[in-house]
């Protein structure tokens, strides 16, 4: 069985600048726009928002 686009991987990069991403997947009919996660920056020391790069 074929992997369809449906759910592509996409990086999740942090908005405290540090360089720090996340691999995951999404659903594109579900989250048309880009995706926005709270998680933790192991160089920030604390949860921040990491959002989806392009």
């Known amino acids: 069985m074929a ?3 449906q759910r592509p ?6 908005t405290a600048k540090t360089g720090t ?3 995951t997947r999404k659903n594109r009919r579900n ?3 880009r995706l926005v ?3 933790y ?3 920030a020391g604390r949860h921040v ?3 989806e790069d392009r």
């Open 21 to 23: 991403t996340y691999l």
């Open 31 to 33: 989250d048309p726009d």
């Open 9 to 14: 991987v996409v990086r999740l990069r942090s």
């Open 41 to 43: 920056d192991p160089k």
């Open 3 to 5: 992997r369809t686009t």
């Open 49 to 51: 928002e990491f959002r």
């Open 37 to 39: 996660l709270r998680k």
